[in-house]
T-cell receptor
Framework: KAGVTQTPRYLIKTRGQQVTLSCSPI?????VSWYQQTPGQGLQFLFE???????NKGNFPGRFSGRQFSNSRSEMNVSTLELGDSALYLC?????????????FGPGTRLTVL | AQKVTQAQTEISVVEKEDVTLDCVYE???????LFWYKQPPSGELVFLIR??????QNEISGRYSWNFQKSTSSFNFTITASQVVDSAVYFC???????????????FGKGTLLTVNP
């Protein structure tokens, strides 16, 4: 069974640009969550989607947005990039997103903003 | 609000030593779930264990064991006879089981970097 896949694995952008990251969950998983990982702040929750609906959102500015498609694949978008957006962005999937479900993580997308 | 504290930022041990990683959590929910994840240098988080708030039974899986104590809000992780391959960052995480929008997310501790030297 294939794991969570994320594309691209690495991205280099400049300030002011926008970026779209993609995540394909494990087959049969309907919940997709996104996390940002930085050395200073650690792992922080961005948002969670289930059946194309955002059910929860973390404390990030509106420049961070996401969506989920009918096949459960998800994308997140960051507009007007800032230097502080440089991070590892991790996507996780679970069967239903219920609190007791373990989440399975992808390898992440390393975003560097210059 | 939920919070997870891993006070140990880095631990270094010699192979075959036992090591315990501490995790203290805060939550107002009576139903919640605790997790441990391992992040090796490759970067991908690997699920290790889940515990629910109603089950304080300790668990052992090979060289790994977990001690859950509600009285002290702790969920500690012990590796017995550590090996070089155990070197990684270990994260403790919490999800709340109550109703409402606070669900559907994991709150992570800052992680503990474990280095096992040969």
């Amino acid at each position: 069974k294939a794991g969570v896949t994320q594309t691209p694995r690495y991205l280099i952008k400049t300030r002011g640009q926008q970026v779209t990251l993609s995540c394909s969950p494990i087959s049969g998983h309907r919940s997709v969550s996104w996390y940002q990982q930085t050395p200073g702040q650690g792992l922080q929750f961005l948002f969670e989607y289930f059946s194309e609906t955002q059910r929860n959102k973390g404390n990030f500015p509106g420049r961070f947005s996401g969506r989920q498609f009918s096949n459960s694949r998800s994308e997140m978008n960051v507009s007007t990039l800032e230097l502080g957006d440089s991070a590892l962005y991790l996507c996780a999937s679970s069967r239903s997103g219920s609190p007791y479900n373990e989440q399975f993580f992808g390898p992440g997308t390393r975003l560097t903003v210059l | 609000a939920q919070k997870v504290t891993q006070a140990q930022t880095e631990i270094s041990v010699v192979e075959k030593e036992d090591v315990t990683l501490d995790c203290v959590y805060e939550t107002r929910d009576t139903t919640y779930y605790l997790f441990w994840y391992k992040q090796p240098p490759s970067g991908e988080l690997v699920f290790l264990i889940r515990r629910n708030s109603f089950d304080e039974q300790n668990e052992i899986s090979g060289r790994y064991s977990w001690n859950f104590q509600k009285s002290t809000s702790s969920f500690n992780f012990t590796i017995t006879a550590s090996q070089v391959v155990d070197s990684a960052v270990y994260f403790c995480a919490l999800s709340e089981g109550g109703s409402g929008g606070s669900n559907y997310k994991l709150t992570f501790g800052k992680g503990t970097l474990l280095t096992v030297n040969p």
